[in-house]
């Protein structure tokens, strides 16, 4: 606040070139109109503030600061002045001293704190209006019109002529006039539009003390006259408009159970608002879209599902009578519960069946790729036993697909992706992994994920692109962050104004780049709003621990939409410990082979711990009960990073109990925790609040908190491939937030680290109105030589019930080891295999399969792994059906395949002949 009361604060403006410069004009003290007064003027510059005191009494300029402030646009239809030259209007009454002024103030480009009033307009002389002692003006508006001149007003109530004067902005001269008829009011204020037009607000005093108003508009068409007679047409309360149509439209675009999206289309860029409730009568909900468009579009949300609905739109322009529509109404869709999905398939064709808890359409899309469902096939409508039949398969091959139920009253709803694979000549089903689609579900370090995974090449931080990733939406800090699929998640956190459950979701294309950032399912409770760790695994994102007050136990899960990325409703995955003093916020998190480690953090009372729990991850995406490790680390931590590399668990970063920064990196073997020990020299100074990760066998640091003041510095850690860390140093490029934050987060995904949020001081336990929207990825220069180790754990596969499995078979280059697990239909996993290249089953019953790759180099050679097979299912016996196409084969009247080969040269010499038609029939 810059005085007393609000009566002292008069008019702001902005000037020049550049927006970081604004003047502010009020009067001191807070006196009678008759009484001199003393004008201030604040210029804030470049984050300085100076005070110029101009004092304006009767005999000098004659006002009263009752000041209203326009800027010479003149030369910049932006609304910054290219001149630095502000116009004031000033009054006075009650004395023999001109009594109303126009002043001119001129800034100097180069410093404008050395400006300085420069002329007085001498209203008076030149426009030839009364002194305050003949009963002279005291109406106050001042405005700039196209030509640069200035209208301005003038009233008195003795006086029988009221209305606006234009301004010469050089000499003060009075160019044009219009006068309002009687019985209108004084103009008390005025403005000018972009078209010219004077728009001003006039009040007429009555015998009772109150006051009629008109908003008024004049349209000059004598702009130069000095006649005093009225040079157009009054007009009350708007006039004549040119109208905005509503060219198409509204139109219910989108309806669901819970939320609905109105368009509209107009013949002129306008605001888009719409006014809406659930009675006709009353319509007490605003919401708005973008504006300046002329196509519009507001989708509403979390509505209650079969409930009518009553709207209207409208848009608005400058210069045009806006628009409204009728009132419209739409009735939100019902629910549905899809069950009891499944498919069966043969050689070319398969059946896929579900049931739904009310009557509606059956259809199935599929194709090859899980990201990509071209084909369609339908079934009946109107039905709750849903049966739709897939023909024209290829045998051998994996098929994806989603099945869909709707109507008109119920909402479109789909199942998870889901797959299923048809038989080849010996009745096996093969799924072959070959497709970014079908490596994209899985945990990624130091590898890139495409038509197989490729080990990274070293590198170091060389850039900060925050051209690559869009600001978020609002700022928040303490958030949690998670990767998966291509899609980066923001859950949670503290904003500007309240803690919120917010979960924001964005596309990464094949260049690195992150597309807009738009919500999706929000979380579950309260108590994962901030200060919680975050993860994505087998296509669930997790967060775990945090609180908004109280810090809780729970664990919470959602499952991702392959398709779009769209997060499923949240639950609660797990707990921890129970038991006062378990609780935890500020950990840090890792997962390995499938299990999710937990370390330090802060409990409920706010002591740090050193503890570290673990859970393994279960097929459904559960968790198992969480466990404490043996090994504690060797002393409490909160506020640190924790990644695994390799078999290795590193935790560097964060503080202690007593709040004094931790230097020191850790190291521990998996996968049982410990015993930990110290590698490298993490910092100079410590660091805690701070974005981390591993990217390129890097430990990152960027940003935070570092014992004394917010820091922007990008720090890196090479990891060497004995596992060593090595010391902590400053990359070149500095996290370019244009300010240091601390309590932001990342993740890598690919070859890049995504940043987002953090806040620039501290804020309020459940808001921070300094929490920033700021995202950005961290690219790096990389070297001739790979990284040493990269790893790549798998999705789940469920295969929809028990199978007979065969083989699991790696196709690679350079070093590359696989190991593999299996969970039958109660979920319990395996152990992990031995590592091997081809990993025999001989025909054990599961449902679930699960891999793990690990790739190494020892410096400038490759590793990537481009296929992963799984054989499974029961072999078809040899009947009289395949003597008969052997037959037929031999005796030229088709052409056998590669699997038919297989399938019928039972003589293994290499072709089919009679002799085989001979054995298959009488073996």
Known sequence: RLFDTPDQQRSLVVTGPNTDRWFYYSQTPAQAESSPATMYFQAEYQYQTAFLNNTIDPTAFGGSMDMFVVLDKNTDPTGHSTTNTIYARVNQVGTTAGESNVVKFDCDNADPLSGYWTRDLNFNASATIPNAAAGGSTGRGLGMAPDGHLWTTYSHATIATRGYYKLDKAT???????????????????TCDAKGNVLGLQASETATNTYAKWLTMFAPT??????????????????????????????????????????????????????????EASLPNQATGASCVTAHSITLKGLSKTTPHFFYVRSEADGYAAAQSAILSFTTKDTLTISNLAATAQMTTANV??????????????????DFLPLTATGASDVTSHTVNLAGL?????????????????????????????????????????????????????????????????????????????????????????????????????????????????????????????????????????????????????????????TLLTTAYARQNPLDG???????????????????????????????????????????????????????????AWNTATELLPATRQRHLMATVGDRLYVWGGETDAAALVYDNLTSTLPNVGPWTTTGNALAAGRTGFAGGVVRCNALMIAGWDGYARTDKVSYAP?????????????????????????????????????????????????DTTARAFAASLTFTTDANYAPVGRYESQVFDLGKLEALQSLALTSTGSVSMVARTAGEDGVWSAWSAPSPTINFAGAQARYVQFALTLTSTGAASASASAVTLTYGTPQPLGIEDARNALRFWSGLGVATVDDKTRLDVTADGIISILDAVKINHP
């Open 222 to 279: 004598d702009s130069g006259s000095t006649d005093t007679t009225t040079s157009a047409a009054f007009t009350v309360t708007g006039g004549s408009l040119p109208p905005i149509n509503i060219t198409q439209g509204p139109t219910v675009a989108f309806l669901s159970s819970n939320a609905a999206t109105i368009t509209w289309t107009t013949n002129v860029a306008s605001t888009t608002t719409m006014a809406w409730g659930l009675s």
């Open 172 to 190: 003060g001269a009075k160019l044009d006039q219009i006068t309002v008829p009687s019985g209108h009011g004084k103009p008390r204020f005025n």
């Open 394 to 550: 290829t045998p051998g091959t994996t098929y994806y697909f989603v099945a869909q139920s709707e109507s008109a009253t119920v909402e479109l709803t789909s199942t998870q992706e889901s797959f299923l694979a048809t038989t080849n000549a010996q009745g096996y089903r093969v799924r072959n992994l070959s497709t970014f689609g079908d490596f994209r579900y899985g945990l990624a370090q130091d590898v890139t994920i495409g038509a197989g995974v490729t080990l990274n090449k070293r590198g170091v931080p060389n850039a900060v692109n925050d051209a690559a990733v869009p600001d978020l939406p609002e700022g928040v800090a303490n958030h949690a962050m998670a990767v998966s699929g291509g899609y980066v998640y923001i859950i949670g956190g503290r904003h500007p104004a309240t803690t919120k459950n917010i979960v924001y979701v964005a596309p990464i294309d094949s260049s690195g780049n992150v597309g807009a950032w738009t919500e999706t399912s929000p979380l579950n409770e309260e108590r994962f709003l901030s200060c919680h760790a975050g993860f994505a695994y087998n296509g669930y994102v997790y967060v775990v621990g945090g609180g908004t007050p109280t």
């Open 719 to 767: 990891i060497a491939a004995d596992g060593t860390m090595g010391d902590m140093v400053d990359a070149t490029p500095t996290w370019k937030s244009a300010e240091p934050l601390q309590d932001l987060d990342g993740v890598a995904w690919q070859d890049r680290f995504y940043v987002a949020g953090g806040r620039a001081s501290d804020g309020a336990p459940n808001a």
């Open 566 to 624: 769209t997060l499923g409703p949240w639950a609660v995955a797990g707990s921890f410990p129970e038991g006062t003093g378990n609780e935890r916020d500020y950990g840090a998190v890792s997962v390995y082979r499938g299990r999710v480690y937990y370390s330090g953090g802060e409990t409920n009372a706010g002591a740090s711990v050193a503890t570290t729990y673990y859970a393994d991850i279960l097929p459904d995406g559960k968790l198992s």
């Open 353 to 370: 069946t579900w049931t739904t808890d009310k009557p509606t359409t059956s259809v199935v899309l599929y194709g090859t790729s899980p």
